[in-house]
C-alpha cells in the first residue's frame, strides 16, 4: 500500500465529552478535522499493539457516516492496521459494536454517532474510540487523544479505492482488508444467549399483548426488524419508524416524553400494553406500559429486582451500579438483595472497570440508559427485551395479563419509591451557565445544616469520584444537596452538547410509605424543584422561566 504522511496543524476544540467528540457536521467536514481526530487516537494507542490489529467500525447511519467511514479507513491502513470491520451500508448500533469487539476478540472500534443529538448536514456527528473490552475508553485515553489533538502534525493515509459497503464481502488490498459484515447477526446471536426466546415468542404471540417499538428513525430499526419481527414472530406493524435515514427524519432521536411522543400518545390511547423507543445510535430506552411510563432510574431497579427471571442472570448476580444524578432506587435493591452497590459519575465508560472485574452485573442511568455485563455499553434494545421477558415469566397462558404497571406498583409496595425527574435547559449562553455553577460552588461551602423550605440540608458537595478499581480520580462531577431525608438535587453542565450549554437539574426523593406511591411524581417534587430553583437562582442567571425538555 501506498501511504502518504500529509501536513497537518491542530484544531484546539477536540477534547471528548461524557461519550466522544460531537460536534456540527460542517465542523467534522472542515480541512484536516476528523482526518487529524482518527490520527490522535492512534497516536494515543501503543504503536505495536495497533500494528496488525483487527477494528470494528460502523456508526448510527447519521449524515456524513459513510463518507467518514472512507476516511477512516485509509488512515486505518496508513497506521499499520491489518483488518477493520464494517456493518452493512456502514450501519452499527452502539451496542453492536460492542458486542463485535467483545465476540471477535477485536482491538477496538471505533463508533461514528452524536447518539440522541440530531442528525442531518445542519446537525451533528460524533466520533469516540471502544477498547478491547468493547467499552467506551477510560478518561485516561480520552485525556491522551486530547493531547495528541493540540499538537498533530501529520497524519498517515494509505491510497485506497472507495469501498462497497453495500455488499456482504471481504476487499482485501495488499497487507489490509475491509470485511463488510452483516449488522445485526453478532448481536442477535449473542441476545439468545441471554434470553429465552420461545417464552418471548409465547408472550408476542398473545392476542391481549399488543406492542409497539419506536426506532425513531435511527440505527435500530434493522435489528427490531430480525428481532421482533423475523425472530419473534410479531407483526410489522408493530414497528414504527425502523428505516434508518441521514436526519433521522428531521426528528430528534431521544427516547423520551417530549421527542417520543407520537408512541406516549399510542400508549396513552390505551390500544397497546406495551411500546419502546431507542435513540439514534440504539444504546438509549424508553418503555411504556398500557397508560404508564416507567422511569428509567426505576426500570434498571425493576431489571435489577428481577434479574432471576431472566436466563443469563440466574445465580450470577452480584452487584449493581447507577450514576450519581440517578434515582436512587436500585440502591434499595442492592440493599435487599446483599448485592455490592457502586455509585459512579455520569457516562457508561464509568462501569466499564466495574464489569470486568466481575463486582457489577446490572447498571443504569436516568438518562433513558440501561445495561449489563453482556457487552460494555448501555444497550435499548437489551433492555426492552428485559422487560418483555419479565411479562413473558410473570404471565401464564390462558390468564388475565399481568401488566408493566403492575410490576412496577409490585416494585413500589415492596422497596418504596423514588420519585425523580429532570429539568434540562438546553442552548443556554454558557457564561450564564458558568456562573450559576459557580454560584453553587459558593452555596455548598455553607448549605450543610441550613433549611431550605421544608428540607435540611445534611451535605453538600461537588461530586469526586476513585475508581474502586485502577484508583483514578474524576472531579467536578456535578454539584449534590443531600437534604436529611436522603431527597437530593444535583446540577452539572451537560458533556454531550454541540452549542452552548445544556443545564441539567436533577430532583430525587423517596417514599417508603406504600400508601403515597401511586401519585404523580411532578406533583410529589414541586417542593423540591421550587428549593432547587431558589438556591441555585437559576432563573435569574440564564434568565430560563422553564426547562427546555422535563423527564
Ligand atoms: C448524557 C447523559 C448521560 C449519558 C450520555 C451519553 O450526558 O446525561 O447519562 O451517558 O448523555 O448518552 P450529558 O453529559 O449530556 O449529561 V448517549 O445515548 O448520548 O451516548
Ligand atoms: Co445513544
Redesign the pocket.
Known amino acids: 500500500l501506498n501511504v502518504q504522511s500529509v501536513t497537518t496543524t491542530p484544531y484546539k476544540d477536540q477534547k471528548p ?3 466522544g467528540l460531537r460536534k456540527k457536521v460542517a465542523v467534522f467536514r472542515e480541512g484536516n478535522y476528523l482526518a487529524n481526530f482518527v490520527q490522535s487516537i492512534f497516536n494515543s494507542l501503543p504503536a505495536e499493539e495497533l500494528k496488525g490489529s483487527l477494528l470494528v467500525v460502523g456508526g448510527d447511519g447519521r449524515f456524513y457516516n459513510t463518507q467518514a467511514l472512507q476516511l477512516i479507513f485509509k488512515i486505518a491502513a496508513g497506521n499499520g492496521v491489518s483488518k477493520v470491520l464494517v456493518g452493512q451500508d456502514g450501519i452499527l448500533s ?1 451496542p453492536a459494536v460492542s458486542a463485535i469487539i467483545r465476540g471477535r476478540k477485536a482491538y477496538g472500534g471505533i463508533i461514528l454517532t452524536a ?3 440530531p442528525g442531518g448536514e445542519d446537525n451533528d456527528f460524533g466520533i469516540k474510540w471502544n477498547c478491547a473490552n468493547g467499552g467506551p475508553a477510560p478518561e485516561s485515553i480520552t485525556d491522551a487523544i486530547y493531547q495528541d489533538t493540540l499538537k498533530i502534525s501529520e497524519f498517515k493515509k494509505a491510497e485506497l479505492p472507495e469501498v462497497d459497503l453495500s455488499k456482504l464481502e471481504e476487499h482485501k488490498f495488499d497487507g489490509f482488508s475491509v470485511e463488510v459484515i452483516d449488522s445485526v447477526d453478532d448481536y442477535l446471536t449473542l441476545l439468545k444467549t441471554i434470553f429465552d426466546f420461545d417464552s418471548l415468542k409465547q408472550l408476542v404471540s398473545r392476542p391481549d399483548f399488543k406492542f409497539v417499538y419506536d426506532s425513531m428513525n435511527g440505527v435500530t430499526g434493522p435489528y427490531c426488524k430480525r428481532i421482533f419481527v423475523d425472530t419473534l414472530g410479531a407483526p410489522e406493524s408493530s414497528l414504527m419508524r425502523f428505516h434508518p435515514l441521514p436526519d433521522f427524519g428531521g426528528a430528534h432521536p431521544d427516547p423520551n416524553l417530549t421527542y417520543a411522543h407520537e408512541l406516549v400518545e399510542l400508549l396513552y390511547s390505551g390500544k397497546y400494553e406495551f411500546g419502546a423507543a431507542s ?1 439514534g ?1 440504539g ?2 430506552n424508553m418503555v411504556l406500559g398500557n397508560k404508564f411510563f416507567v422511569s428509567p432510574s426505576d426500570s434498571v431497579a425493576v431489571i435489577a429486582a428481577n434479574a432471576e427471571l431472566i436466563p443469563y442472570f440466574k445465580g450470577k448476580m452480584t452487584g449493581v451500579s447507577r ?1 450519581m444524578p440517578t434515582g436512587a432506587a436500585i440502591d434499595r435493591v442492592a440493599e435487599k438483595k446483599g448485592y455490592e452497590f457502586f455509585e459512579v459519575p ?3 465508560k464509568f462501569f466499564g472497570n466495574l464489569m470486568d472485574a466481575g463486582r457489577i452485573q446490572i447498571c443504569g ?3 433513558f ?1 440501561t445495561g449489563s455485563d453482556h457487552i460494555r455499553e ?1 444497550d435499548g434494545i437489551w433492555a426492552v427485551l428485559c422487560w418483555m421477558q419479565i411479562l413473558a415469566r410473570k404471565n401464564q397462558p390462558g390468564q388475565p395479563l399481568v401488566s408493566v404497571a403492575d410490576i412496577v406498583r409490585e416494585y413500589w409496595a415492596t422497596y418504596g419509591r423514588n420519585f425523580f425527574t429532570r429539568y434540562d435547559y438546553e442552548e443556554v449562553d454558557s457564561g450564564a451557565a458558568n456562573n450559576m455553577m459557580k454560584h453553587l460552588e459558593q452555596v455548598i461551602t455553607s448549605a450543610p445544616g441550613q433549611k431550605f423550605g421544608a428540607y435540611t440540608v445534611e451535605k453538600a458537595d461537588n461530586f469526586e469520584y476513585t475508581d474502586p478499581i485502577d484508583h483514578s480520580v474524576s472531579k467536578n462531577q456535578g454539584v449534590r444537596f443531600i437534604f436529611t431525608d436522603g431527597s437530593r438535587l444535583i446540577f ?1 453542565l ?4 454541540s452549542s452552548g450549554a ?1 443545564i ?1 437539574l436533577y430532583i430525587d426523593q423517596y417514599q417508603a410509605d406504600p400508601s403515597k406511591v401511586n401519585i404523580e411524581a411532578a406533583d410529589a417534587l414541586k417542593d423540591l424543584v421550587a428549593v432547587g430553583l431558589d438556591m441555585s437562582q437559576l432563573v435569574k442567571f440564564t434568565g430560563r422561566e422553564k426547562p427546555t425538555v422535563i423527564t
Open positions: 465529552g461524557t461519550s452502539t447518539s440522541h443529538n435513540d445510535d444504546d438509549r450514576s455520569t457516562g457508561w442511568e436516568e438518562s440508559g448501555k452539572r451537560s458533556g454531550t452538547g445544556t441539567r
